[in-house]
C-alpha cells in the first residue's frame, strides 16, 4: 500500500545531510510537527514551532512528541489525543520511511535483556524505531503509574504503529492466508505455540478478519504473529 | 406458493430444509456444510458470532460463548436442569425478571429465546441465501418431551429471528416422516437419536391419517458426541503428560485444538480404521521449545474410550421399553438419528439390542431437518397429503388432595378437544378450592409443571366429599388451554385461560425483533461496505500508481502542489472511512476518489 508515497531509501538517508532545498515540495511522511503541536496544543512550549521545509525524521519527531509530553500538565486526557492521533490519516505513512530490511520485530530478542523501565529507554526505543520495545517498556511504566501519561501516550502511538506496520506487510483483513509449508514438515518451522496455534486456524478459507476474532490474543499480538509468518513465508494470500 | 422452511434447531447443531420439485433437500450453508453449529458468541470487539466460527473459538472465548441453549429455553430458573447446566456452563447464566433464564455475553442479558433466535436467524439467511428470495415461515422441531412452555419458547425465538413458525412437531416424528413412515403404514416405531449433546429415545404409533403418538420418549440431556470427544481429550491430555509431564489443559489454546482433533479423529474413526492426531507446537515447555503432539488413535480404542457412554443409551431403551410396558418385538422399525448414529459401534449396539436392523440414512443429522420441511410443504399444499395432527405433548390436569395427579386430557390426544371430571371437597366446612392447572405424565404433582393456578370461592359449608366441582379442560385449535370450575349447587364458575410462556413478556419479544432485525441490517450492511470497499479501495490503488507520474508533472505549480495535498488528503479520509466501516463516508469518498482519478488520468494523457 502507499507505494507512492514512500520515500527512497537513499532519501532518507539525504534528508540527514543538510542538503534540503532537493525536495522541498514533498511533504513529510508524517509531519510529527503539526502533529506534535496539535496534540500538545494546550502546552506553552513554543520551540516546537519549526521551519514546515525542514524534514523531519519520524524518530526524532517521536522523541520530540515524547519531550514535549513530558511536559504536560498532569489532568490531560490521554484518551483525546489518541482519538485525533487515530484518525490522522498520515501516521500510517510513517512505515514508508522506514528502510528497507530494518524490522522493529527483530529487535524484540536484543531488547530481551535491557531492563531499563525508564521514560529515556522508552524514548530511546522509540528514536531507534523499536516501536515494540517502546510498547514493551512504556506499558511497564503505565503498570507502575498510571497517571504517567507520557507512558500512555507512547504506548497507544506505539500500538498504532505497530498495528499499521504489521497490516502493511499482511494487507487487507479481507484477504485469506493459506499456509505454504506442508503439515508433515511444520516441526521444523521455528515459531512457537501461539504461532502454531495461528497455523491451525488458517484454513484456506477463513479471511484475516475471521482469524482475528478467532485468536484469542490481542489484536496486536495476532497482528504481529500473522505478518511475522507472512515474512518467513510460511503463509502467503490467495 | 410461498415457500415453507424446516429447521431442526438442535442442541449442538442445526440444520434446514426445504422441498424442491418435490423432493426434500438440506440447505449447505457458506462454508458448504450441511448443519451449522447452535452456538453464539460475542468477541472482545462485541462482535457476534453465529456457527462454525463461534465454534471455532468456543473455548479460547469460553465465558462468551453460549452453546446448548436449547437445554435452557423455556424453563424456569428453579427446574433441576438449569441448575445442572449453570454448574456445567461456562458463560454466564443469572434469573430473568419473571423466574426465567436469561444468559449473559459481555455485560448484556440475554433471553434464552433471544439467543436460539440468533441461529435461527443464522439458519433463516442460509436459506434466503440459497433460494434468493426472502423466506417467512418455518417448521421447526423439537424434542417429544418439551411441554408447552418450551415449545411456546421455540415460537418466540422464530418470531424474534422474523420467522413465523406455522407449526411444532416432535423430532422423532420428523424422523420418520423422512425415513418415509407415515404414508397409509401403520407401524410402531423406534427413534433412536444420538447427537451431539442429547440422547433421545422415543417410541412412536404411527396411525391412519396423520396421526403420530409418542407413546414413550426418554433421554438424557447431558450425553452426547461431546462425551465422547471429552474421553477422546483425556486420553491425549494423559499421554501427553506421560510424555512431556505438561497438562495441556492449562492452555486455552491448546485445549481448543485438542477439542477440535479429538472430534475430528471421532469422525473419521466412523469411516476408517485408525486415524492420526498431529498438533504440533501444541504447548511450550519451561526452555521456551515449542511441542508437538502426536498420536494414532484406533477405532477399536475409541470404542473402550466411549463403550460405558453407548451402554447408558442402551439402558436407557431397556428402561423406556419396560415402563411402556413395550416388548421388543412389538417395535416393527428402528430409525437411527442424530450425527454420532454414523459411528459403527453405535450402529451395531441398537442393532444387538432391538433385535432388527436399524433404517439408516446416509445422513443421520439431517434426516430431522428434511421431515421438517416435509411437513412444511404439506401445510402450505393444497392436497393436504400427510399433514400431521397437532396432539397433545404431554397430559393436563389437576393438583388433588395429597399431592396427587388427576389427569383430565392425556398425552398425544389430538386437539382441538374438551374433558370434563368431577371433583369434590377434601375438608369438612370448605368453601373455597383452590384448582392447581398442571402438565405432565407423573402421579405425583409435584413431578409435573404448575402451568397456572385459580381459585373457586362461595361454596357451600358442608361435610367433605358433598360439595360438587365440575373441572373442564378445553384446548381449542390454536393451542390455548381453557379450565373452568363450576360449583354444581350454585352455578358459580372460575376460569382461567392457560397460555404457555416462554419467560418472555410480549414487550420483550417485541423489542428483541426489532434488536435481531437490527443485527440483520448490520449484516446486509457489512456486505454493502465490502463492495463499497473494494471500489474505493481499487480507486486508491490506481490513484496511488499515478501519483509519482503527476508529482512529476505538476511539481513545479503552487496549484498542482495544491492539488497533489488535496487528493492525499481525499485518499487519506477515504482510508479512514474504510478503517471505520463507515458505508456512508465510503460512498462520499468514492466521489472524491473518481474525480481525483479522473483528473489525475487527464494530466498525465496530456504529457
Ligand atoms: N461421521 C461421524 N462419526 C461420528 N460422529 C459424528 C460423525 N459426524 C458427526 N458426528 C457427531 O454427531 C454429533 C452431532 O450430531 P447432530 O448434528 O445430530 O447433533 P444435534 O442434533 O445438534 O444434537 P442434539 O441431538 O444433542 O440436539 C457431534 O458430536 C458430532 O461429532
Ligand atoms: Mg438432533
Not at chain 2, 473459538?57 to 435452557?72: C, D, G, H, S, W
Not at chain 2, 486455552?252 to 498438533?279: G, P, W
Not at chain 2, 411437513?375 to 395432527?389: E, F, W
Not at chain 2, 490506481?542 to 487528493?567: N, W, Y
Amino acid at each position: 500500500m502507499s507505494k507512492n508515497l514512500e520515500i527512497p531509501t537513499e532519501e532518507v538517508g539525504a534528508s540527514n545531510n543538510e542538503d534540503d532545498q532537493e525536495c522541498p515540495t514533498v511533504p513529510p511522511p508524517f509531519d510529527f510537527e503539526a502533529y506534535a503541536k496539535e496534540i500538545a496544543s494546550k502546552g506553552e512550549d513554543e520551540s516546537l514551532e519549526g521551519n514546515p521545509h525542514t524534514r523531519i525524521t519520524p524518530r526524532s519527531g517521536i522523541e520530540r512528541v515524547q519531550d514535549k509530553l513530558a511536559t504536560m500538565s498532569e489532568g490531560y486526557d490521554a484518551s483525546e489525543l489518541i482519538a485525533q492521533a487515530d484518525t490522522d490519516e498520515r501516521v500510517r505513512d510513517t512505515f514508508a520511511t522506514i528502510p528497507d530490511g530494518y524490522d522493529a520485530i527483530d529487535l524484540n530478542a536484543a531488547r530481551a535483556s535491557a531492563d531499563a523501565v525508564t521514560a529515556h529507554e522508552m524514548n530511546d526505543r522509540v528514536a531507534a524505531g523499536d516501536y515494540a520495545g517502546a510498547l514493551d517498556i512504556a506499558n511497564k511504566l503505565v503498570a507502575m503509574d498510571g497517571n504517567d501519561i507520557s507512558a500512555r501516550v507512547c504506548a497507544e502511538t506505539c500500538q498504532m504503529v505497530l498495528r499499521q506496520m504489521y497490516a502493511a506487510r499482511i494487507g487487507p483483513l479481507s484477504r485469506v492466508p493459506v499456509v505454504m509449508v506442508p503439515r508433515d514438515q511444520f516441526r521444523w518451522l521455528s515459531i512457537d505455540h501461539r504461532a502454531g496455534f495461528m497455523l491451525s486456524l488458517i484454513d484456506g478459507a477463513s479471511t484475516l478478519e475471521m482469524l482475528l476474532d478467532l485468536s484469542a490474543m490481542p489484536e496486536l499480538d495476532t497482528l504481529k504473529i500473522l505478518s511475522d509468518l507472512a515474512q518467513q513465508r510460511i503463509i502467503s494470500f490467495k | 406458493m410461498e415457500k415453507v422452511i424446516g429447521i431442526d434447531l438442535g442442541t449442538t447443531n442445526s440444520c434446514v430444509a426445504i422441498v424442491e420439485n418435490g423432493a426434500p433437500v438440506v440447505i449447505p450453508n457458506r462454508g458448504g456444510y450441511k448443519t451449522t453449529p447452535s452456538m453464539v458468541a460475542v468477541t472482545e470487539a462485541g462482535k457476534r458470532l453465529v456457527g462454525h466460527i463461534a465454534k471455532r473459538q468456543a473455548i479460547t472465548n469460553a465465558e462468551n460463548t453460549v452453546y446448548a441453549a436449547k437445554r435452557l429455553i423455556g424453563r424456569k430458573w428453579t427446574s433441576p436442569q438449569v441448575k445442572n447446566s449453570i454448574a456445567m456452563s461456562s458463560y454466564r447464566i443469572v434469573e430473568g425478571p419473571h423466574r426465567d433464564v436469561r444468559i449473559v455475553l459481555r455485560e448484556k442479558e440475554f433471553g434464552v429465546p433471544e439467543i436460539s433466535a440468533m441461529v435461527l436467524q443464522e439458519m433463516k439467511v442460509i436459506a434466503e441465501d440459497y433460494l434468493g428470495e426472502a423466506v417467512h415461515k418455518a417448521v421447526v422441531t423439537v424434542p417429544a418431551y418439551f411441554n408447552d412452555n418450551q415449545r411456546q419458547a421455540t415460537k418466540d425465538a422464530g418470531e424474534i429471528a422474523g420467522l413465523d413458525v406455522i407449526r411444532i412437531i416432535n423430532e422423532p416424528t420428523a424422523a420418520a416422516l423422512s425415513y418415509g413412515f407415515g404414508r397409509n403404514v401403520e407401524k410402531t416405531v423406534a427413534v433412536y437419536d444420538f447427537g451431539g449433546g442429547t440422547f433421545d429415545i422415543s417410541v412412536l404409533e404411527i396411525g391412519a391419517h396423520g396421526v403420530f403418538k409418542v407413546i414413550a420418549t426418554a433421554g438424557d440431556t447431558f450425553l452426547g458426541g461431546e462425551d465422547i470427544d471429552a474421553r477422546v481429550i483425556d486420553w491425549l491430555v494423559e499421554g501427553f503428560k506421560e510424555e512431556h509431564g505438561i497438562d495441556l489443559r492449562q492452555d486455552r489454546m491448546a485445549l481448543q485444538r485438542l477439542k477440535d482433533a479429538a472430534e475430528k479423529a471421532k469422525c473419521e474413526l466412523s469411516s476408517v480404521r485408525e486415524t492420526e492426531v498431529n498438533l504440533p507446537f501444541i504447548i511450550s515447555n519451561g526452555r521456551n521449545e515449542a511441542l508437538h503432539l502426536q498420536r494414532t488413535l484406533t477405532r477399536q480404542e475409541l470404542e473402550e474410550l466411549s463403550s460405558d457412554l453407548i451402554e447408558r443409551t442402551i439402558d436407557i431403551c431397556k428402561q423406556t421399553l419396560e415402563d411402556a410396558k413395550l416388548e421388543k418385538d412389538e417395535i416393527e422399525e428402528v430409525v437411527l438419528v442424530g450425527g454420532m448414529t454414523r459411528m459403527p459401534k453405535i450402529q451395531a449396539s441398537v442393532e444387538q439390542f432391538f433385535e432388527k436392523e436399524p433404517n439408516k440414512g446416509v445422513h443421520p443429522d439431517e434426516v430431522v431437518a428434511l421431515g421438517a420441511s416435509i411437513q412444511g410443504a404439506a401445510l402450505t399444499d393444497d392436497r393436504h397429503q400427510m399433514v400431521l395432527l397437532d396432539v397433545t405433548p404431554h397430559a393436563l390436569g389437576i393438583m388433588t388432595f395429597g399431592s396427587y395427579f388427576e389427569e383430565l386430557i392425556p398425552q398425544n390426544t389430538t386437539v382441538p378437544t374438551h374433558r370434563t371430571k368431577i371433583f369434590t371437597t377434601s375438608r369438612d366446612h370448605q368453601t373455597a378450592v383452590k384448582i392447581l392447572v398442571m402438565q405432565g405424565e407423573s402421579e405425583r404433582a409435584e413431578d409435573n409443571e404448575l402451568l397456572g393456578e385459580f381459585i373457586l370461592t362461595g361454596l357451600r359449608r358442608a361435610p367433605k366429599g358433598t360439595v360438587e366441582i365440575e373441572v373442564t379442560f378445553e384446548i381449542n385449535a390454536d393451542g390455548i388451554v381453557s379450565v373452568r370450575a363450576k360449583d354444581f349447587e350454585t352455578g358459580l364458575e372460575q376460569s382461567i385461560q392457560v397460555t404457555a410462556t416462554s419467560g418472555l413478556t410480549r414487550d420483550e419479544i417485541k423489542t428483541m425483533m426489532d434488536d435481531a432485525k437490527g443485527d440483520l441490517v448490520d449484516r446486509r450492511t457489512s456486505e454493502e461496505f465490502e463492495a463499497k470497499k473494494q471500489e474505493a479501495d481499487k480507486l486508491i490503488a490506481e490513484i496511488e500508481k499515478l501519483f509519482p507520474q503527476v508529482e512529476q508533472i505538476v511539481a513545479s505549480s503552487d496549484f498542482g502542489r495544491e492539488a497533489i495535498e488535496k487528493a492525499k488528503a481525499i485518499v487519506g479520509k477515504a482510508r479512514t472511512a474504510i478503517e471505520r466501516r463507515d458505508v456512508a463516508a465510503i460512498k462520499e469518498q468514492i466521489e472524491g476518489l473518481t474525480r481525483t482519478h479522473r483528473m489525475f488520468k487527464g494530466v498525465v494523457a496530456k504529457t
